[in-house]
Each structure stands twice: as C-alpha cells, then as structure tokens.
C-alpha cells in the first residue's frame, strides 16, 4: 500500500511565502513523476507544477517565477516552495505521485490535501 502525505498548508498574508511538502511511503519500487495539483472551490482541479525524477520540471503559467518545485529522490519526497502569494492561489493542494509498486504495476496516487488561505 502507497501513502502520500502532505504537510505545510496554512493562512498566509499576500505576498507571502509556504512551503508544502509531501512525503510517498509504502511498497514503491519506483517513482516516475510527482507534483502538486490544487482545487478552489467551484473550480476544477489542475497541475500547479510536477517534476520527474531526472528532475524535470513542469509549471502552470499562473506560477511561473512564484513558485518552485523539487524532490529528494532518496526520501521519496517533493516540496513546492511558494512566494508571492495571491488570494487565487487560496485551494485545496494535493500532492500527485506517478509510481510503480513492482516491474509490472503503475498507478497514480493522490493525498489527502493541505488546505491553503491567502488572506489579509
């Protein structure tokens, strides 16, 4: 069994700065790609960003220069550094891995979510 799980949402002012991280545990025998999607209400969920594991990275153009996606292949985690934050970046971020838990089996799995409020 695969479990990611995110940590680092919060309240922050505009034009402030969050790190969220995430951390995939359970039978992985490999990770292809993860990232981070987010859901405001009423809308629908999409890609913030996602990087692969020789370390390419992918962004929605709405973050683009704000905000910055890594992994620690080693500890089968990703981060998304976030800066510059405005009241639309204020959704529900899940966290996204692209994994195979043996030579024969590929999902993809999702987290729970980690809430995030911009807001003065």
């Known amino acids: 069994q695969v479990q990611l799980v995110e940590s680092g949402g919060g309240l922050v002012q505009p034009g402030g700065s969050l790190r969220l991280t995430c951390a995939a545990s359970g039978n992985i025998f490999s990770i292809y790609a993860m990232g981070w999607y987010r859901q405001a209400p009423g809308k629908q969920r999409e890609l913030v960003a996602a990087?692969?594991?020789?370390?390419?990275?992918n962004y929605a153009d709405s973050v683009k220069g704000r905000f910055t996606i890594s992994r620690d292949n080693a500890k089968n985690t990703v981060y998304l550094q976030m800066g510059s934050l405005k009241p639309d970046d204020t959704a529900v971020y899940y966290c996204?891995?692209?994994?195979?838990?043996?030579?024969?089996?590929?999902?993809?799995?999702w987290g729970q979510g980690t809430q995030v409020t911009v807001s003065s």
């Open positions: 990087i692969t594991s020789g370390g390419n990275t």
């Open positions: 996204n891995a692209d994994l195979s838990t043996n030579w024969f089996s590929r999902n993809e799995y």
